[in-house]
């Protein structure tokens, strides 16, 4: 799931995939880029009246018949109500670019950018962005699988020759930055290698085949990204794809937008050709393959039926669940949220789980560690899907109707909602210990009920060292970071430092964690204790800067650093590789020379109170210094 803030340091006037105002913000953007329209790209756009947002055409028509169902808590009746929420206000506002066309924005009289986007290989309409102008270029990836064929493709592209690194060769030109999806980037074996796209749909092409004629099969498409799945089961099976009509209509879309018109459109609904319409993968009409919305009233769900499953990959025999991994989840249905940006309204809710999670407190402990991290963490809305809101819902009920339910049913909707969490957390540390391949019920041929199939919709580590590799920018920055879990193993510098065999650039990432993450003890700490002159006028609390105490010695500094390094990674890195593999420990060196050259940095500019004595620098002796010198 993107974490991005939408911040392009080169091009301070844009922002992208990031719709609300930002703690860094200094001005308001002169213009938006979308790259996709998964959800977690989505946050804020709801509200956005102004600039332009530029974007794919197939995500402009797409995004137009979105519709979403936030529900607000309404204490004073003591239900939840609903609306009904689209993004159609911003008809006006997204501007389609067409892809591999170098297109000019101007952002203010006299001053341009040249934006170009490029398939991103993820999901309809999803780009990759070029952005160029006053002597700086960065690519945004946005969500990526970036897989060789996928690499070699751009590295041949007319425009992007240019930014080429190939081997030794120095490029005519070098990108600042390549802002870049990390969902998977691990070193870690689950994460090093996934099998290509094109293997995925081959073992499952097989897999089908061995299936008596006429069998029904049911697709599990829970968000955009699996256009190229329909297809290829289409032409193999003869079978057109049968979707319920929200997900027919999205699609529909394509058809009908203005110019650009989407690329993708002809193969999911069909074109004239002369005077015959050659028909699409995609149906509202009942057939052999079905992609629809449980609960929109299909005939399959009464009927037998073999199961498709797409999973991100398998270690040693262990299948990765793919369901939700990256963000998206649910996208092509017509899901619930509950709306949470008023704190007000979370403190009652908090209120009303204390009084009926009394009897359960460790659930109520739990429930109230998630309540307040969304204050703190300024979360807008969580999703109510699959939380048994509907549990009262016969099986004849299209959709349930969630307004006007009762506020008591949120409270045990919550405490699934944290099991889940916890869930999820535990696949985190440990990602396939808890895909044990489940022996799927056979069928009276003996051919399984279910097909599982490999098709990640993200790149593997190594296909994101293709990418960077390619073109080696002076910076690569993360745009899905953990930041509750950071190691030194997710460094750019660790991860992508060993393709730089010149000179390791600075990422400037880096130097921003370890600074979030070692850096407390130097910052300066901020009390809103009034002080004795009675405040600052007009302000009743004139915070009160206090300070860190100078350190007694350079040889007292070396040994808190290595403590503290070794306290703060220890554990974290323990959790991460169980086994501290020589690449985790050559981490936690890297991550406390990078400590130590902050340090030394700071002492130089005069910055928080650091002073040459701290850092313990005693050698001039050059690059031949003894590293636990440095």
Avoid at 16 to 27: A, G, M, N, P
Avoid at 252 to 266: D, I
Wanted: aromatic share 8%; glycine share 8%.
């Amino acid at each position: 799931m993107s974490t991005f803030d939408g911040l392009v340091k080169e091009f301070p006037d844009i922002r992208i995939d990031y719709f609300r105002q930002t703690s860094e913000q200094s001005r308001p953007p002169l213009a938006y880029l979308l790259s996709h329209v998964h959800s977690d790209h989505l946050a804020g756009l709801e509200s956005c009246r102004s600039p332009f947002v530029y974007c794919s055409p197939a995500t402009r028509e797409i995004l137009l018949r979105l519709e979403k169902y936030p529900h607000r808590m309404n204490f004073a009746k003591g239900i939840l109500e609903t609306r009904k929420q689209t993004y159609r206000h911003l008809k006006n506002l997204l501007k389609p670019i067409p892809l591999e066309t170098p297109t000019v924005i101007e952002l203010t009289p006299g001053k341009t950018m040249r934006l170009t986007l490029f398939d991103a290989n993820h999901c309809v309409g999803a780009v990759a962005f070029l952005i160029e102008g006053d002597g700086k270029a960065v690519m945004y990836t946005g969500d990526v699988r970036s897989e060789p064929w996928w690499v070699k493709t751009l590295t041949r592209h007319p425009l992007l020759i240019p930014y080429v690194s190939s081997g030794k060769q120095v490029p005519l030109k070098r990108l600042d930055t390549i802002y870049l999806d990390t969902t998977f980037a691990h070193k870690d074996d689950p994460y090093q290698h996934f099998p290509p796209k094109a293997e995925g749909l081959r073992e499952l092409l097989l897999a089908v085949s061995k299936y008596p004629k006429g069998t029904l099969f049911y697709f599990d498409s829970w968000t955009f990204g699996y256009e190229d799945v329909w297809q290829a089961l289409s032409a193999h099976l003869g079978s057109r794809i049968h979707v319920d009509d929200y997900r027919y209509g999205l699609y529909t879309a394509l058809a009908n937008g203005s110019e650009p018109r989407a690329p993708e459109v002809a193969k999911l609904l069909g074109f004239h050709c002369g005077n015959h319409f050659q028909d699409g993968c995609l149906t509202v009409r009942p057939t052999q393959l079905h992609s629809c919305e449980k609960g929109t009233g299909c005939e399959i769900w009464k009927k037998d039926f073999v199961r498709i499953t797409p999973i991100i990959s398998r270690h040693r025999g262990v299948e990765m669940a793919e369901l939700g991994a990256g963000g998206g989840q649910g996208d092509l249905d017509q899901h619930h949220e509950l709306e949470v940006g008023d704190t007000s309204l979370v403190g009652q809710l908090i209120a009303l789980c204390a009084t009926k999670l009394q009897s359960q407190p460790q659930m109520h402990a739990s429930v109230m560690e998630m309540l307040t991290s969304i204050i703190n963490g300024h979360v807008q809305s969580i999703s109510l899907d699959g939380l048994g809101l509907d549990d009262d819902a016969s099986p004849e009920d299209d959709l349930f109707d969630v307004d006007e339910l009762p506020l008591e049913r949120l409270v045990p909707a919550l405490a699934k909602l944290v099991a889940r969490s916890k869930q999820k957390q535990g696949q985190q540390q440990d990602p396939v210990a808890s895909h044990r391949p489940s022996l799927a019920m056979a069928r009276s041929d003996g051919l399984p009920k279910q097909i599982t199939f490999p098709y990640s919709r993200h790149s593997s580590y190594s296909e994101l060292c293709d990418l960077v590799d390619a073109f080696k920018p002076n910076d690569v920055h993360p745009c899905t970071v953990d930041y509750a879990n950071w190691t030194p193993a997710n460094s750019m510098e660790f991860l992508f430092g060993h393709l730089y065999p010149a000179s390791v650039p600075t990422f400037s990432h880096d130097q921003k964690m370890m600074l979030r993450t070692h850096g407390a003890s130097k910052r300066a700490v901020i009390s809103t204790k009034r002080p004795a002159g009675g405040g600052t006028p007009g302000n009743a609390e004139s915070p009160e800067v206090i300070r860190p105490r100078k350190r007694k010695s350079s040889d007292d500094t070396r040994r808190r650093r290595r403590e503290d390094n070794r306290a703060s990674t220890g554990a974290g890195v323990d959790d991460y590789s169980p086994s501290r593999s020589p690449e985790i420990e050559q981490a936690e060196a890297d991550y406390a020379r990078m400590t130590i050259q902050n340090d030394a940095y700071l002492a130089a500019q005069g910055q928080d109170g650091m002073q040459w004595s701290d850092i313990g620098l005693v050698s001039s002796g050059g690059p031949q210094v003894k590293e636990e010198e440095l």
